[in-house]
């Protein structure tokens, strides 16, 4: 689990690089993610990003995600929010890639 002084050093870091709520809540549900799984976790994450990119929707600011359902733990939002910015980021190393590829 995550342990209180985790905690107290992420607070520390987010603060020194001006992390707004968000951010910080993304970091802290992070690391509360069992050591176990949370590598096996990414990784299948990204395979599905990789293999399915158009299908990924674009991302939700986080207080239209709040008004869509209120019903949602602040982790699960977080992790939604996470799993939309890993796509857009994805799609925008493919987009840089192309315009890479065809300068040449």
Same mark, same amino acid.
């Given at each position: 689990?995550?342990?209180?002084?985790? !905690?107290?050093?992420?607070?520390?870091?987010?603060? /020194? #690089?001006?992390?707004?709520?968000?951010?910080?809540? +993304?970091?802290?549900?992070?690391?509360?993610?069992?050591e176990?799984?949370?590598?096996?976790?990414?990784?299948?994450?990204?395979?599905?990003?990789?293999?399915?990119?158009? !299908?990924?929707?674009?991302?939700?600011?986080?207080? /239209? #995600?709040?008004?869509?359902?209120?019903?949602?733990? +602040?982790?699960?939002?977080?992790?939604?929010?996470?799993?939309?910015?890993l796509?857009?980021?994805?799609?925008?190393?493919?987009?840089?890639?192309?315009?890479?590829?065809?300068?040449?």
């Open positions: 689990m995550f342990r209180q002084d985790g !905690e107290t050093i992420v607070n520390r870091l987010c603060a /020194e #690089l001006h992390a707004d709520e968000l951010d910080t809540a +993304i970091i802290q549900a992070y690391f509360r993610i069992d176990k799984i949370r590598l096996p976790f990414l990784r299948r994450l990204i395979q599905e990003v990789q293999n399915h990119p158009t !299908e990924v929707a674009q991302p939700t600011p986080p207080n /239209e #995600l709040e008004m869509k359902d209120e019903s949602l733990s +602040i982790d699960e939002q977080v992790e939604l929010y996470r799993q939309q910015l796509a857009e980021k994805k799609r925008g190393s493919q987009a840089s890639s192309a315009k890479e590829s065809d300068v040449g």
